[in-house]
């Protein structure tokens, strides 16, 4: 059983449209977030939820909206999709102070 | 928020070499700082860590030091092999609640093991 699954694993899309990410976690972890990986590696935190407060990194735009409709799930919504949001986007999950378990990373190319 | 700096950004060692990356973060409040170690085309994984309460911890070829009056910890490697090659992350938790549990990851080391 994958811990943290997302999907899907690659998403080509037009500058413009609005797409999802689907990120759901088998761990019983109370905390869940999104990172994105640019082209050069970095690995930037957009958001945590913890099931009672969603923490936003402030150079997110707002174009960016997590969504979680339980605690196992913890979905990424983005419209208007721009050129610079191209990159590959990680689902994490912990358990409040532990260790940070990633998925597979959804590819996104925005074209 | 916390800010971390980790150098060098590319590192390449011969095999059987020792590979030494370090890391500064710059929130005092900051209490637990794992390192991550992601191969080509994968997720990061976890490694070693390592929390303010200590400050050395060891794993077999691995190792983590913390300096905590400096905000400074660092990576160690020893004997490296090939499959040691991956990008390598440090990153730190803030033990400020406000703070949502996040981590923030240094900018990553390439490290590179040649045969």
């Known amino acids: 059983d994958t811990a943290v699954s997302q999907t899907p694993k690659y998403l080509v899309t037009q500058m413009g449209n609005d797409k999802s990410i689907k990120c759901e976690q088998n761990?019983?972890?109370?905390?869940m977030y999104w990172y994105k990986q640019d082209s050069k590696k970095f690995l930037k935190i957009m958001f945590s939820y913890n099931n009672k407060e969603l923490i936003i990194n402030e150079t997110v735009p707002n174009r960016f909206s997590p969504k979680s409709p339980d605690k196992a799930h913890l979905n990424l919504h983005i419209n208007s999709l721009e050129l610079g949001d191209s990159a590959v986007y990680f689902c994490a999950s912990s358990q409040t102070t532990g260790e940070l378990f990633f998925g597979e990373g959804s590819r996104l190319t925005v074209l | 928020g916390e800010n971390v700096e980790q150098h060098p950004s590319t590192l390449s060692v011969q095999e059987g070499d020792s590979a030494v990356i370090k890391c500064t973060y710059s929130?005092?409040?900051?209490?637990?700082f794992p390192w991550y170690k992601q191969e080509l085309g994968k997720r990061p994984q976890l490694i070693i860590d390592i929390r303010s309460n200590v400050g050395e911890k060891k794993d077999q070829r691995i190792a983590v030091t913390l300096n905590k009056t400096a905000k400074h910890f660092s990576l160690h490697i020893t004997e490296t092999q090939p499959e040691d090659s991956a990008v390598y992350f440090c990153?730190?938790?803030?033990?400020?609640?406000?703070?949502?549990?996040?981590?923030?990851f240094g900018g990553g080391t390439r490290l590179m093991v040649k045969p």
């Open positions: 929130d005092s409040a900051s209490n637990y």
């Open positions: 761990l019983g972890h109370d905390t």
């Open positions: 990153a730190a938790r803030s033990g400020n609640n406000n703070a949502g549990n996040m981590l923030t």
